[in-house]
């Protein structure tokens, strides 16, 4: 007979944490780590996935006290840094959470999501109203990742909040080069062009965001906004809605 020490196997209860987390079936994994926690209370690998399936389960406290211990082991385990950020994030501790992104930054800075990392950290200075800060951090992520349509347009939506229209203008144009659905950039433009008192374009853009969601009441109510502006008021079927509300 085989002796107690012998079948315990932590890698194989890693695996079959990790293959039970992927199957959404949460609570059965943490049985798993923590049985490896049980006989090694600073497993890494265990403390960092328990950690992350309390984040699935939307327990982000308990989930943040499993990263901590990760990180008094091994305060360099980048990823770790990321998801104590995401679970900071969940319970509205954004500045906290702006430096745990920085603090992934800091240690991999050419890992394959760092464009999404900085992207994270600006949302969190953009949160916090630090807008000059949020924007470098979106620039840094575009820098990483040209591509990616969300940093654009929220580098619009903080340029918007310091009216700089012309730059709203720029993002909202790239977000749709990039991603033509992306309907609310063309909202996004709207109001950057009705600022600038160029209603008829701004009507345009409001009417791309209604052809995509009939019932955005903030873009149709712009679009009248903007038609008065202009001085050419017409009937618009979309607009008695707001009336007939």
Do not use: Q
């Not at 995401?86 to 760092?114: H, V």
């Amino acid at each position: 007979m085989k002796s107690s020490a012998k079948r315990k196997n932590p890698d194989k209860w890693l695996v079959e944490g990790l293959a039970l987390n992927n199957l959404k079936k949460y609570k059965e994994a943490i049985e798993f780590y923590d049985r490896i926690l049980k006989i090694d209370p600073n497993h890494p690998d265990a403390l960092f996935n328990k950690g992350r399936t309390l984040h699935n389960l939307s327990e982000f406290n308990d989930a943040m006290a499993c990263y901590d211990r990760v990180l008094r082991i091994n305060p360099g385990h980048a990823k770790t840094w990321r998801w104590k950020g995401f679970a900071l994030r969940s319970l509205d501790r954004y500045e906290e959470a702006a430096k745990c992104f920085a603090k992934e930054i800091e240690l991999e800075p050419k890992n394959d999501y760092i464009w999404y990392i900085k992207y994270s950290k600006g949302l969190m200075h953009h949160v916090l109203d630090n807008l000059h800060e949020a924007i470098k951090c979106y620039d840094d992520s575009i820098g990483s990742y040209p591509e990616y349509a969300e940093a654009w347009y929220c580098r619009g939506l903080a340029y918007y909040n310091l009216e700089k229209y012309e730059e709203v203008i720029k993002s909202c144009d790239k977000t749709l080069e990039i991603d033509p659905d992306y309907f609310y950039a063309w909202y996004g433009k709207g109001l950057a062009l009705h600022s600038l008192n160029k209603y008829e374009e701004a009507v345009k853009c409001y009417e791309k965001v209604i052809e995509n969601d009939p019932m955005h009441f903030d873009a149709l109510f712009n679009k009248m906004l903007a038609i008065h502006g202009s001085g050419c008021l017409k009937f618009d079927s979309h607009l008695s809605i707001l009336v007939e509300g």
